[in-house]
């Protein structure tokens, strides 16, 4: 299959994916030389998202859209984030401000984490409800904006998170801040797609209703 500009902009995406997480999970310039792993892993992870603006502008704008593109756009996201979010959980360094920190570790750790599975449960979720209503109604479940709002709060939590110690020395403060935003958008965004199709879903439930 020759695949088209958004398409391979994607595929690029999908593969950048284990690069950053090495960066995040491993030091791979030392320990004495954390600053490095974070800003590479940080620019990785930039340049990922970048794409992920780019492939469904580009495909939207000169007629691309392609089942491939439907498909696979939206799974390269949730493996970028899934990715991003379980590595930093798993990583020794990436939480340790050392001693700029302000927040301890061992707090933003645990944030992290359950933040970390609500967004990995509210994903599933609502990826398998679309699916269920896609196959058995035909029902396409838009992205509206709070989901968009909610993507965002994630990519940029994770910007936040690799160079706050860096760019923004405030001791974790401000990662927390952009932690807890984004689970909440998390939670906010998947219960308004329960909410506006759960008629749709009834429906599938109660197929005497129809």
């Not at 050392?98 to 359950?114: A, K, N």
């Not at 109604?137 to 690799?162: D, E, P």
């Amino acid at each position: 299959m020759k695949l088209n500009l958004p398409n391979k902009l994607t595929v690029f995406r999908i593969i950048l994916i284990p690069f950053f997480v090495l960066f995040i999970v491993y030091p791979v310039f030392g320990s004495d030389n954390l600053t490095a792993s974070r800003i590479v892993a940080a620019a990785i992870f930039i340049i990922a998202a970048i794409t992920d603006f780019f492939d469904g502008n580009i495909a939207r704008k000169r007629g691309l859209v392609t089942t491939f593109g439907k498909f696979m756009d939206p799974l390269a996201d949730k493996f970028m984030i899934f990715g991003a979010f379980v590595s930093i959980c798993f990583s020794d360094y990436v939480l340790d401000f050392g001693t700029d920190s302000i927040i301890p570790s061992g707090i933003l750790r645990h944030v992290v984490f359950w933040a970390t599975l609500l967004v990995i449960f509210r994903e599933l979720a609502i990826t398998s409800m679309r699916l269920v209503l896609s196959n058995n109604s035909g029902i396409v479940v838009a992205a509206n904006m709070l989901g968009k709002i909610k993507t965002v709060t994630q990519f940029v939590s994770v910007i936040i998170i690799l160079l706050e110690p860096i760019a923004f020395p405030t001791g974790g403060i401000l990662s927390l801040i952009f932690v807890i935003i984004m689970a909440f958008f998390t939670v906010w965004s998947g219960l308004n797609y329960l909410i506006h199709n759960w008629s749709s879903i009834n429906t599938i439930n109660n197929p005497r209703q129809l």
